[in-house]
């Protein structure tokens, strides 16, 4: 069960899925408030950088004064220093930091560490493949959530491997014929399949549509890049594999198939709407795997937000399968349309907030959101007049909070469709499609300029850790991702994938959320049959697996005891009945494994590293005074063509900030600088130079840089 900031429940509602036991045995279970973890004071993405990407470390130090850091390779060879930048006190960590910036090097292997002030931060490689395993990793966590089939030990490993639950095989009464709760229906209800949401065996629907939704988008994106090959068939740890089909949509088919079982039949009542939840009448024992269940499963009442998840995923569905199966594309559209004209009739027709007992209530009393949402899908998918219409009319098409203070989530999903309204053609007025747009980039500039301000780069507010804030994290990063789709500025990729920084090791306690990728990353998440700290013969959960994270308001009572007295970017403890921190879901896992397959791409063949520019360049300061300085910038492309559109890009090692330029434009975030050709300068031919100036300032000191970039034209 996984919660919104918006819609937390009192952890006397949550009692009933509390079986307290076990030693807390990860780093992160220390019991001290705060920072729990005895972690390195450099903290690093403990498995590392992109040869192109950012590197950036946090140091968690008293020292006011700038500091040395040096990274060493897997020899001990310093192969590059610099000093770091002071930030001071830190609010939502309540630290005190510093940070490294080595994004000049560009090197690649394996067993780097960075030093500080005598620390040394945990190894990480610099490689291009980086994510590959991560990005196979986060989707296998679907496979492993599926219900109504048995987990195949060839697929997932024997510690993982299971029978099918929640088919009816004695002890559990299963899920093929599955009676409503008293007064909500007379009938009985085939829901079997679907993906268990998170550490329990409840499956809901408004997480289910979102998480779906990511999945699929996640193949979009990559095809439009070019790169959904990556994603395609036979690429990923699923039964379907070989079938012609990218594996990626067959894992998304497989909670497609059970959203639309959750349809209310015809010829009942509130036909076309869809059942909110299906899970057991009282909360599930742990630990307990799902064939193990002996508990009466029961499907609750419908709801708008369900009925409209059901509309937005199906209508996605009936696009993007259409060239792999379009007799499925057509089963999806028709099972979006009744929802839609469902939901229209039945506009009001919320999940209630009392309702639970078993499994978490999902209530959602606003759903101009999800019919906004649901709305963009169905146009994208039909070009139909009505759904424009719907779609123009929403509240939300104009509304500058479509992206709301905590981006995207479950309960908050116009962010969606004006993704969807961004990145899929339609027949909306040009005008409008790039408003839209700029709504995009103007929300990724609001996560980017909370990075800039916080010491771990995170692009949640300071006092946004709140139940699943790691998935909030990768929401927002698909937002830096897009953005910089939509517009090619290099800043939101680095945005996004500094995320990733954040959620592998760049953290207040210096901890992998990310089972088995890191030096030191989570291993106790709350969950039925993932649950080795119960009983040991059970296992932790697979590679791949995202803990919910910090969560300030310590909802659960091991986090209340444990946590008492913590920063808000620390309060979090690895252990398995930390459930308001520490449990896994569906709509946690989609984002990551979203952010992972767009953080794998590569832009050459073979899985090597694009070339580096053929270029050279000269940084020449001509003049410096107390607090500021001037100089000239000269590349020179040395390689057998002509660069057509240039960009060159470098990091300041004395914390210099440029005040204005002239001859390039030029930007700067941090350390990082940006500087691009001023248009009547854009071509540089072979063996030829052009030069541009700077003014910056500095306190104090002002090294020259000496690591710089050329990525544009033929010199990519």
């Not at 979006?336 to 209630?352: D, F, H, S, V």
Request: charged letters at 15%.
């Amino acid at each position: 069960m996984s919660l919104s900031p918006s819609l937390r429940l009192p952890a006397t509602l949550l009692t009933g899925a509390l079986l307290l036991g076990g030693l807390m045995t990860a780093p992160a279970a220390t019991g001290a408030p705060a920072a729990a973890a005895a972690t390195a004071a450099v903290r690093v993405n403990q498995v590392g950088y992109l040869p192109d990407g950012p590197k950036r470390a946090t140091v968690v130090t008293t020292a006011t004064q700038s500091l040395t850091w040096q990274l060493r390779n897997a020899s001990g060879t310093v192969v590059a220093s610099g000093p770091t930048t002071p930030r001071g006190a830190d609010a939502p960590s309540g630290q005190s930091l510093q940070v490294a910036d080595f994004s000049s090097y560009r090197e690649t292997g394996a067993g780097y560490v960075l030093t500080v002030d005598g620390h040394s931060s945990a190894p990480f490689d610099i490689r291009a493949d980086l994510y590959d395993a991560l990005r196979s990793d986060s989707m296998a966590f679907f496979h492993h959530q599926r219900s109504g089939i048995a987990i195949d030990a060839s697929l997932v490993g024997s510690a993982y491997a299971r029978p099918a639950g929640h088919l009816g095989i004695a002890p559990n009464k299963g899920d093929t014929a599955v009676p409503c709760q008293a007064t909500v229906c007379d009938y009985t209800q085939d829901v079997r399949g679907g993906w268990y949401d998170a550490g329990d065996h409840g499956k809901y629907v408004v997480n289910g549509g979102i998480s779906t939704w990511l999945v699929v988008n996640s193949f979009e994106r990559a095809q439009r890049a070019g790169k959904e090959a990556a994603l395609g068939d036979s690429t990923l740890r699923v039964p379907e594999r070989g079938n012609g089909v990218p594996d990626v949509l067959d894992e998304a088919r497989w909670e497609l198939d059970f959203l639309m079982r959750m349809q209310v039949p015809e010829g009942k009542p509130y036909a076309g709407m869809v059942f909110h939840k299906i899970h057991d009448a009282a909360w599930t024992a742990m630990p307990m795997r799902p064939e193990q269940d002996p508990q009466p499963r029961e499907l609750h009442r419908p709801s708008t937000a369900a009925t409209l998840n059901l509309a937005a995923a199906a209508a996605q569905c009936a696009r993007v399968f259409r060239p792999y199966d379009p007799a499925y594309a057509d089963r999806c559209l028709s099972a979006a349309r009744k929802a839609w004209t469902a939901a229209r009739a039945n506009p009001a027709l919320y999940a209630p907030a009392s309702d639970s007992t078993g499994g978490g209530a999902y209530e959602d009393s606003r759903v101009t959101d999800e019919f906004y949402w649901a709305a963009a899908e169905l146009y994208a998918a039909t070009g139909e007049g009505s759904y424009r219409d719907a779609v123009t009319a929403s509240p939300w098409h104009t509304s500058a909070d479509a992206f709301s203070a905590y981006g995207f989530g479950w309960a908050d999903t116009a962010a969606l469709g004006r993704i969807v309204l961004a990145t899929v053609p339609n027949g909306l007025p040009a005008a409008d499609v790039a408003r839209i747009r700029a709504s995009v980039t103007a929300a990724a500039d609001g996560y980017l300029a909370r990075m800039a301000a916080q010491g771990y780069a995170v692009p949640v507010p300071a006092d946004g850790y709140f139940w699943g804030s790691n998935g909030e994290v990768a929401n927002d990063a698909i937002v830096m991702a897009v953005a910089g789709e939509l517009t090619g500025d290099e800043r939101y990729r680095a945005g996004a994938l500094e995320t990733m920084d954040y959620l592998l090791g760049r953290n207040a306690l210096g901890l992998s959320y990310v089972t088995g990728h890191g030096e030191t990353s989570a291993q106790n998440q709350h969950h039925r049959f993932w649950a080795h700290q119960l009983d040991a013969s059970l296992p932790h959960p697979p590679a791949g697996s995202l803990a919910g994270g910090p969560n300030s308001a310590l909802q659960d009572p091991i986090a209340a005891e444990k946590l008492a007295g913590c920063a808000p970017a620390a309060c979090y403890i690895d252990h398995i009945d930390s459930y308001s921190t520490n449990e896994v879901a569906v709509n946690w896992n989609a984002p990551l494994a979203w952010l992972a397959a767009y953080a794998a791409e590569r832009s050459s063949t073979g899985g090597e590293e694009p070339p580096t520019a053929a270029c050279a360049v000269t940084y020449t300061v001509n003049n410096v005074w107390n607090t500021g300085f001037t100089a000239t910038v000269t590349v020179r492309n040395t390689g057998p063509t002509a660069v057509d559109g240039w960009r060159l890009t470098w990091a300041y090692p004395g914390g210099q900030r440029v005040t204005s330029a002239w001859n390039a434009t030029v930007t700067q975030d941090g350390t990082a600088v940006d500087a691009r050709d001023a248009g009547w300068n854009r071509t540089i031919a072979p063996g030829a130079a052009v030069s541009f100036g700077v003014q910056g300032t500095h306190t104090g000191s002002n090294p020259s840089p000496t690591g710089f970039a050329l990525d544009g034209g033929a010199c990519v």
